[in-house]
C-alpha cells in the first residue's frame, strides 16, 4: 500500500534528505566512501529498505554494480548477488532506463514490470516499490543510483524534484573528487620537485620526488627552514628570490644548490609563483645537476683545448721551419725521420711524392698521425694562413679518427692517404682498414645526439675514452664538402681556393 504521508511531512522529509545526503558527501573522504554513506542515508531518511549504486563502465558501454546497501532487518542475499553480478546497457532494466533518459524513475511495483529482469528475484524476497536517480556530471550521466521498498509506493513527485537534487549534488562531488584525485596522482608521481612552501621558510607539501633526490624523509624536510638545506654560498639569493615571491613576483629559472643526505648537492632550477592571500608559494624544481657537470665538462674540455692548440702549435711552428726547406720528393725522408725521433716502430710508405699528388701508407699509431700532418700540410704551404689551419684542423681529426678506430692503433695495419692539390682546390682522402661504421653507432660521438650536443660527453667519460666527440661536427664546418663511402670507412674532404 502507498504511504500516506502529511503534506509537512513530506517538506520536513525533503530537507531532512538533502542535508543527510550533503552530510554524507562531506564526511566522505573517496567516492567509495560517498556511494556507502548516501545510499544508507536515503534508505534510512525516506524508509526504503535496499539502495545499489551503478557505475556507467564507458569502454564495455555497460552500468556495474559498484554498491548495495539494506537494513539491518531485512535480508535480501539473492536480489544483491544478482545486482552484483548483473550489468545493463542504456535502456535495459531500471538503472539502464535512468541512463539512457537521464531522468528519474518510479516504478510503483517491479514485480510487474514488464522491463525490470531482476523482477523474479524481486518477487521472491518480496521487493516492490522502486526508483532511480541519475547521477549527472555536465548532463552526462555518471552513474545511477536506485531504491526498493517491500510496500508498492506510488510515484511522489515532490520526492523525485528533490532527489534530483541530491543526484546533481552526488554528481559535483564525484567531479571534484576526481579532479582531486587527478591532481593528487600528478603531485605525487611527478619527476620533477613539487612543493608548496609558506612565507614563513618551512615547507608545507613535498611531492615524493624529494626523498629520492635528497634522501630525506618528508618529515625531516618539513621540520626545519628550507634555507639550511641550502648551500651557504646560495643563502643569501635564495632568501632575496624568497623576499620577492612574498611580495607578489613570480620566480623563473632560478638556480641554487640543495644539500642532499649523503653530504653533496644537487643543483635545483625553480618555477615559483606566491598565493598572497594563503600565505604560500607553489613551487617546481628540477634537478639539473647532471646539465651542471655536462657544463663544467665541456669548460674543461675547452680549457684544455686551447692548451693542445698552443702545444700543436708550437711543434707545428718547429715542424713547418724543417718541412719548408724541403721539397716534396723527400717526403719520405721527412716522414721516416720524424717517426723515428718519436721513436715509432712502423714506417711510412710512400706510394706518390709527385708536388700534386702526394699519396701515403701511413701506420695506424697516433705518433705517426701527429708528424706526419706538417708534412702533408705543405701542399698547402702558398696559401693564407687560415685556409692552413682549417685544412690541417679537419685532416687531423680524420686521420686520427682513422687510425685510432680503424686501424685500432695498430701499427701492422696501414691508413692509406691521398692529397691532391691544383689551383682551385684541395682534395685529401683518407682510407682506414676498418670494417666501417653507422652514424648511428657512435653514441661517443656529438653527431649521434643532433638535440643533446653533451650527451656524448657522459659517454664518452663512462667509456674512458679521450676529451672530444666533437670532430665530425668541427670538420663539416671547416670544409667546403664531406662525403664517406657506403660503408664509412674512407672519407675524401674538399676545400675550394677562391
Known amino acids: 500500500m502507498p504511504l500516506d504521508i502529511p503534506r509537512p511531512a513530506h517538506a520536513e522529509r525533503r530537507l531532512t534528505v538533502e542535508y543527510v545526503a550533503a552530510r554524507a558527501l562531506a564526511e566522505s573522504t573517496t567516492l567509495e566512501e560517498a556511494g556507502a554513506h548516501v545510499l544508507q542515508a536515503i534508505c534510512e531518511t525516506l524508509g526504503w529498505d535496499h539502495g545499489g549504486l551503478w557505475h556507467v563502465d564507458s ?60 523482477a523474479a528475484v524481486a518477487r521472491r524476497e518480496g521487493l516492490h516499490g522502486a526508483f532511480a536517480l541519475p547521477l549527472l556530471i555536465r548532463g552526462n550521466v555518471v552513474g545511477v543510483m536506485e531504491f526498493f521498498s517491500r510496500d508498492i509506493r506510488e510515484p511522489d513527485a515532490y520526492l523525485l524534484g528533490m532527489l534530483t537534487r541530491v543526484g546533481a549534488q552526488i554528481g559535483a562531488f564525484i567531479e571534484r573528487r576526481r579532479v582531486e584525485e587527478e591532481l593528487d596522482r600528478f603531485f605525487t608521481l611527478s619527476l620533477d620537485l613539487l612543493c608548496v612552501a609558506g612565507f614563513d621558510g618551512y615547507f608545507k607539501r613535498l611531492n615524493p620526488a624529494w626523498e629520492r633526490v635528497l634522501g630525506y624523509t618528508t618529515d625531516e624536510l618539513l621540520a626545519r627552514p628550507y634555507v639550511e638545506f641550502v648551500h651557504p654560498d646560495d643563502r643569501t639569493t635564495t632568501t632575496t628570490v624568497a623576499g620577492r ?104 710508405e710512400v706510394i706518390s711524392a709527385r708536388p700534386d699528388w702526394v699519396e701515403l701508407l701511413i701506420p695506424c699509431t697516433r705518433a705517426a698521425a701527429e708528424q706526419i700532418q706538417p708534412v702533408i700540410a705543405r701542399l698547402g704551404a702558398d696559401l693564407p694562413a687560415d685556409v692552413i689551419d682549417t685544412v690541417s684542423d679537419a685532416f687531423r681529426e680524420l686521420l686520427l679518427n682513422a687510425v685510432e678506430w680503424g686501424g685500432r692503433l695498430d701499427p701492422d695495419r696501414k691508413v692509406r692517404v691521398s692529397c691532391v692539390r691544383t689551383n682551385r ?66 672519407v675524401i674532404f674538399v676545400k675550394y681556393l677562391n
Open 59 to 118: 569502454s564495455a558501454r555497460v552500468l556495474r554494480c559498484a554498491d548495495t546497501w539494506h537494513r539491518p532487518t531485512v535480508d535480501l542475499p539473492e536480489f544483491e548477488a544478482t545486482s552484483r553480478r548483473a550489468t545493463f546497457a542504456r535502456g535495459v532494466g531500471l538503472p539502464g532506463r535512468v541512463w539512457a533518459d537521464g531522468e528519474p524513475v518510479w516504478v510503483p511495483d517491479v514485480v510487474a514490470d514488464p522491463n525490470f529482469p531482476r
Open 425 to 490: 682546390v684541395l682534395i685529401y682522402r683518407i682510407a682506414d682498414p676498418g670494417p666501417g661504421f653507422q652514424l648511428t653507432d657512435l653514441d661517443h660521438a656529438a653527431i649521434a645526439h643532433p638535440d643533446d650536443p653533451i650527451e656524448h660527453v657522459r659517454i664518452r667519460e663512462q667509456k674512458g675514452l679521450r676529451p672530444g666527440g666533437f670532430g665530425i661536427l668541427l670538420v663539416r664546418a671547416k670544409v667546403d664538402e664531406l662525403v664517406y663511402n657506403e660503408k664509412q670507412n674512407e
Open 245 to 348: 615571491l612574498s611580495g607578489g613576483g613570480q620566480v623563473l629559472a632560478f638556480e641554487n644548490r640543495y644539500r642532499a643526505r649523503d653530504g653533496t648537492y644537487r643543483w635545483l632550477e625553480w618555477n615559483s609563483v606566491p598565493y598572497a592571500s594563503e600565505q604560500t608559494i607553489y613551487a617546481a624544481a628540477r634537478d639539473i645537476t647532471d646539465r651542471k657537470d655536462a657544463q663544467a665538462t665541456i669548460a674543461r674540455y675547452s680549457r684544455d683545448l686551447v692548451a693542445a692548440r698552443q702545444a700543436r702549435d708550437e711543434d707545428a711552428s718547429r715542424l713547418a721551419r724543417l718541412v719548408s726547406e724541403l721539397e716534396v720528393r723527400d717526403l719520405l725522408n721527412v716522414a721516416r725521420d720524424a717517426l723515428q725521433a718519436s721513436n715509432a716502430p712502423a714506417e711510412i
